[in-house]
């Protein structure tokens, strides 16, 4: 399964995200959506207006959530 992490610079949310995922070893690649209006567009679509917004598979959510990445490591 290929994780998204759409993010921006100097986001504590984001930078706390992708520090979880790598704690726990989940490989991922971050889009920045300050860089990619393309992807800003699809993730204004989804309903999204907070960063990061992540993508796993068919899930996805947004903000700094501990309890999702534990869920996606234990898969």
């Known amino acids: 399964m ?5 993010s921006k610079p100097d986001c504590v949310q984001c930078n706390a995200t ?5 704690r726990k070893n989940i490989p991922y690649d971050v889009v920045d959506l300050t860089q990619d209006h393309e ?3 699809f ?5 999204y207006q907070q ?4 993508i796993a598979g ?3 959510w947004s903000g700094f959530r501990p309890d999702m990445i534990s869920q996606l490591a234990s898969n």
Do not use: N
């Open 39 to 41: 992807a800003l567009r």
């Open 18 to 22: 992708c520090l979880a995922l790598k």
């Open 51 to 54: 960063v990061p917004v992540v």
């Open 43 to 47: 993730i204004t679509k989804l309903g």
């Open 58 to 60: 068919k899930q996805h």
């Open 2 to 6: 290929i994780i998204t992490v759409y």
